[in-house]
């Protein structure tokens, strides 16, 4: 750790009072010790790391880090706040904030003291003495472990000397001797011959650094709290070491605390198990233990996979919307891939054969290898039978992600239900959240020990089949079915002022996340409604519109760091030649590195260019029937000339738009906002200088 942080990098005074602009200050010490090359490259790949999941935690404390090739070595900066910084925790700001930046090949062994650090964290001692500290060199010398002069009774763990704890013979790497120990101490109490309940647990995060070992610590001391013997795998950057299969088979239950992957998942099948994210992990792992044993009581089991976190049910604690919005997304994902297979399939046929191909025999009866409408049909109906999937896998994967695998068969049965009964898009949403609950339900209740092993094979897949097919046939599918019909006539209604302003939204909606939940919202609401096989001309002016809407950001970004590079850094101009392809492909994801960058002004000029492009392709009256493929299925798009000019306006004006705001900061008096290119610092007791691009 000496090599990692030292006082220059320490700041005790810290006055950001954003997330954003406390990266940028602790970024700028490092940058001045020549330890970042790249500010603005950095604190791009830093806030890519915040985006995908808010580094605060509980106890005040935020965390920033991320991997990165603008670092030459693994260093480490310390702020402290007397304000607060707003990092998402739950319980408010963080006063104590750590920016950890690893190269992107940094080497096992510093990982292992950064990974050290984050254990200590979870140390009240250490958190409280930090707080407590007067001066910088004091406190780098206590974050780095370093004796105190005079004595050896520091306030907390030398974290270079507990370094040890991250990959060594302990409960963190895998093996039993000192959890155990500590755990079978803990449970003494239960009288001599009481066998203490054993759990296994494995902890992992995107970057691999921090919150995978500050959740193993947190529930290796909750395990101890708790009396129970508790032993974690963190699945770390460094690697990790597998649990003894013996440790695994004689487990009493599971904890996967993770928001990445659980690697070789399938040995931890067949037990009581409870699925979070890592932050859960960190913030309620008793709770967690609580849990897990209730499901072991019940004699609830979990077979070998289990749904990603995107695909999870939501966890504890969590409002009921957030929940909703995974389990929607969860389907969602899983319907996308058909949608764009079965629509370029069925816009090719269209293409090659005509508009008349859908009348087409079936080409079991009749294909004439030679003929080019026989291959148009081909297409067509393979598209054909491809959408007839769609609400089926939504239904069924919005299951999935609310109950894990007993959830597909009812689901599955419920979309199918709602295909046939002219229920659509809506119906299958309903059939997929009572699948989901009904399933759940189930579980709940408790049952004899002899029949739990059929439970998942015969019992659930039954019971919640022949409900939910009662309630779709019954109950709710004709409501649902005359609700569809609604939609579909009011959006076949829609024409001029009311097509324009829809297109506006959903231009607004494309623009504001850049493939985030709200964009793939607007996106689902109009592949649902060209997922038919004669979809209505409305349908197709909103396919269009949306796909119009979500090619503007990464286009015009790509066009801004061409006409005004200057404003830009060099990382970003690299990243504006990519843009051109993502764009053209629609991939609205090509302008997120830009939006990191520059929140506040990238995102708002998106927006108001994916409006006007969305509202002009309404007026002009383009209509697309292929979900996906950008300026390569421009010979399927009706309308095409006028379209093109839709997305070439709304691309020039969120490009000026962009130009102006970065321009306006460049010549403001002063500090500038996060995002600029000219807050390249110099050492901070030397005055700012603007830096030349």
């Given at each position: 750790?000496?090599?990692?942080?030292t006082?220059?990098?320490?700041?005790?005074?810290?006055?950001?009072?954003t997330?954003?602009?406390?990266?940028?200050?602790?970024a700028?010490r490092m940058?001045?010790?020549?330890?970042v090359?790249?500010?603005?490259?950095?604190?791009?790949?830093?806030?890519?790391?915040?985006?995908?999941?808010?580094t605060?935690?509980?106890g005040?404390?935020?965390?920033?880090h991320?991997?990165?090739?603008?670092?030459?070595?693994?260093?480490?900066?310390?702020?402290?706040?007397?304000?607060?910084?707003?990092f998402?925790?739950?319980?408010?700001?963080?006063d104590?904030?750590?920016l950890?930046?690893?190269?992107a090949g940094a080497?096992?062994?510093?990982?292992?003291?950064?990974?050290?650090?984050?254990?200590?964290?979870?140390?009240a001692?250490?958190t409280?003495?930090l707080?407590?500290v007067?001066?910088?060199?004091s406190?780098?010398?206590?974050?780095r472990?370093?004796?105190p002069e005079g004595?050896?009774?520091?306030?907390?763990?030398?974290?270079?000397?507990?370094?040890g704890a991250?990959t060594?013979?302990?409960?963190?790497?895998?093996?039993?001797?000192?959890s155990?120990?500590?755990d079978?101490g803990a449970?003494?109490?239960?009288g001599?011959?009481?066998?203490?309940?054993?759990?296994?647990?494995?902890?992992?995060?995107?970057?691999?650094?921090a919150?995978t070992?500050?959740?193993?610590?947190?529930?290796?001391n909750?395990?101890?709290?708790?009396?129970?013997?508790?032993?974690?795998e963190?699945q770390?950057?460094?690697?990790f070491?597998?649990?003894?299969p013996?440790?695994i088979?004689?487990?009493?239950?599971?904890?996967?605390a993770?928001?990445?992957p659980?690697?070789e998942?399938?040995?931890?099948a067949?037990?009581p198990?409870?699925?979070?994210?890592?932050?859960?992990?960190?913030?309620r792992?008793?709770?967690?233990?609580?849990?897990v044993?209730?499901k072991?009581e019940?004699?609830?089991?979990?077979?070998?996979?289990?749904?990603?976190?995107?695909?999870r049910?939501?966890e504890?604690?969590?409002g009921?919307?957030s929940?909703?919005?995974k389990?929607?997304?969860?389907?969602?994902s899983?319907?996308?891939?058909f949608?764009?297979?079965?629509?370029?399939?069925i816009?090719?046929?269209?293409?090659?054969?005509?508009?008349?191909?859908?009348?087409?025999?079936?080409?079991m009866?009749?294909?004439?290898?030679?003929?080019t409408?026989?291959?148009?049909?081909?297409?067509?109906?393979?598209?054909?039978?491809?959408f007839?999937?769609?609400?089926?896998?939504l239904?069924?994967?919005?299951?999935?992600?609310m109950a894990?695998?007993?959830?597909?068969?009812?689901?599955?049965?419920g979309?199918m239900?709602?295909?046939?009964?002219?229920?659509?898009?809506?119906?299958?949403?309903?059939?997929?959240?009572?699948?989901?609950?009904?399933?759940?339900?189930?579980?709940?209740?408790?049952?004899p020990?002899?029949?739990r092993?059929?439970?998942p094979?015969?019992?659930?897949?039954?019971?919640s089949t022949?409900?939910?097919?009662f309630l779709?046939f019954?109950?709710i599918?004709?409501?649902?079915a005359?609700?569809?019909?609604?939609?579909?006539?009011w959006?076949?209604?829609?024409?001029?002022?009311?097509a324009?302003?829809?297109?506006a939204?959903l231009?607004?909606?494309?623009?504001?996340?850049?493939?985030?939940?709200?964009n793939?919202?607007?996106?689902t609401?109009?592949t649902a409604?060209i997922?038919?096989?004669?979809?209505s001309?409305?349908?197709?002016?909103?396919?269009?519109?949306?796909?119009a809407?979500?090619?503007?950001?990464p286009?015009?970004?790509?066009?801004?760091?061409?006409?005004?590079?200057?404003?830009?850094?060099?990382?970003?101009?690299?990243?504006?030649?990519?843009?051109?392809?993502?764009?053209?492909?629609?991939?609205?994801?090509?302008?997120i590195?830009?939006?990191?960058a520059?929140?506040?002004?990238v995102?708002?000029s998106?927006?108001?260019?994916?409006?006007?492009?969305?509202s002009?392709?309404?007026?002009?009256?383009a209509?697309?029937?292929?979900?996906h493929?950008?300026?390569?299925?421009?010979?399927?798009?009706?309308?095409?000339?006028f379209?093109?000019?839709?997305?070439?306006?709304?691309?020039?004006?969120?490009a000026?738009?962009?130009?102006?705001?970065k321009g306006?900061?460049?010549?403001?008096?002063?500090?500038?906002a996060?995002?600029a290119?000219?807050?390249?610092?110099?050492?901070?007791?030397?005055?700012?200088?603007?830096?030349?691009?």
């Amino acid at each position: 750790m000496s090599e990692m942080i030292t006082a220059d990098l320490v700041d005790l005074d810290l006055s950001a009072d954003t997330k954003e602009a406390a990266a940028r200050a602790l970024a700028e010490r490092m940058v001045a010790q020549g330890r970042v090359t790249d500010l603005e490259g950095f604190l791009a790949d830093v806030a890519a790391r915040e985006a995908q999941m808010p580094t605060g935690l509980d106890g005040g404390i935020g965390i920033p880090h991320c991997r990165s090739e603008y670092v030459t070595e693994p260093s480490l900066a310390f702020g402290r706040s007397a304000e607060g910084v707003d990092f998402g925790a739950p319980d408010g700001p963080a006063d104590l904030i750590f920016l950890i930046a690893a190269p992107a090949g940094a080497d096992d062994a510093h990982l292992t003291i950064l990974s050290a650090l984050a254990r200590q964290l979870m140390n009240a001692e250490f958190t409280s003495a930090l707080r407590a500290v007067g001066d910088a060199e004091s406190a780098a010398a206590l974050i780095r472990g370093d004796e105190p002069e005079g004595g050896t009774d520091s306030v907390a763990t030398p974290v270079a000397a507990s370094a040890g704890a991250a990959t060594g013979s302990s409960a963190a790497d895998g093996s039993t001797p000192d959890s155990s120990t500590a755990d079978k101490g803990a449970g003494a109490d239960t009288g001599a011959d009481a066998q203490p309940f054993r759990i296994v647990a494995v902890t992992s995060c995107p970057t691999g650094i921090a919150h995978t070992y500050m959740a193993a610590e947190a529930l290796e001391n909750a395990g101890r709290d708790a009396g129970v013997e508790l032993v974690v795998e963190p699945q770390g950057s460094a690697g990790f070491t597998r649990l003894d299969p013996a440790v695994i088979a004689a487990a009493d239950a599971v904890i996967f605390a993770h928001d990445v992957p659980v690697r070789e998942k399938d040995r931890f099948a067949g037990k009581p198990t409870v699925d979070v994210g890592v932050k859960a992990g960190i913030n309620r792992p008793a709770e967690l233990i609580t849990e897990v044993r209730g499901k072991a009581e019940r004699g609830e089991v979990t077979g070998g996979s289990a749904p990603t976190p995107v695909e999870r049910g939501g966890e504890a604690g969590e409002g009921y919307g957030s929940m909703l919005r995974k389990w929607l997304m969860s389907g969602v994902s899983y319907m996308v891939p058909f949608v764009a297979a079965g629509g370029l399939l069925i816009a090719l046929g269209f293409a090659i054969g005509g508009y008349e191909i859908k009348s087409a025999p079936s080409v079991m009866q009749h294909f004439v290898w030679t003929q080019t409408d026989s291959w148009a049909a081909l297409m067509f109906q393979i598209g054909g039978v491809a959408f007839g999937f769609l609400v089926p896998v939504l239904a069924g994967y919005i299951a999935y992600g609310m109950a894990d695998r007993p959830g597909l068969v009812p689901g599955f049965v419920g979309g199918m239900i709602a295909s046939t009964i002219n229920a659509g898009f809506l119906g299958g949403l309903a059939a997929g959240l009572i699948a989901g609950g009904v399933v759940l339900a189930i579980q709940k209740v408790k049952i004899p020990k002899a029949v739990r092993g059929i439970m998942p094979v015969v019992v659930i897949p039954l019971i919640s089949t022949a409900i939910v097919g009662f309630l779709m046939f019954v109950v709710i599918g004709k409501p649902i079915a005359s609700a569809q019909k609604g939609m579909t006539d009011w959006l076949n209604g829609l024409s001029g002022s009311n097509a324009i302003l829809l297109g506006a939204l959903l231009g607004l909606m494309m623009c504001f996340d850049l493939g985030g939940p709200v964009n793939k919202v607007a996106y689902t609401f109009a592949t649902a409604g060209i997922a038919v096989s004669n979809p209505s001309d409305s349908a197709m002016k909103i396919m269009a519109a949306v796909m119009a809407a979500g090619m503007v950001p990464p286009l015009a970004m790509a066009l801004a760091t061409t006409v005004r590079g200057k404003l830009f850094t060099e990382t970003e101009r690299e990243n504006g030649k990519a843009a051109w392809v993502l764009g053209a492909s629609f991939i609205s994801e090509g302008a997120i590195p830009f939006a990191a960058a520059d929140p506040l002004r990238v995102i708002p000029s998106s927006m108001v260019g994916g409006a006007i492009t969305g509202s002009l392709s309404m007026a002009f009256g383009a209509t697309l029937r292929a979900p996906h493929g950008g300026i390569f299925v421009v010979p399927l798009i009706g309308h095409a000339f006028f379209y093109l000019i839709a997305i070439a306006v709304g691309m020039c004006v969120t490009a000026a738009l962009v130009v102006v705001l970065k321009g306006m900061r460049k010549q403001s008096v002063g500090g500038t906002a996060p995002g600029a290119p000219e807050d390249i610092a110099a050492p901070a007791s030397e005055p700012k200088q603007p830096v030349a691009a």
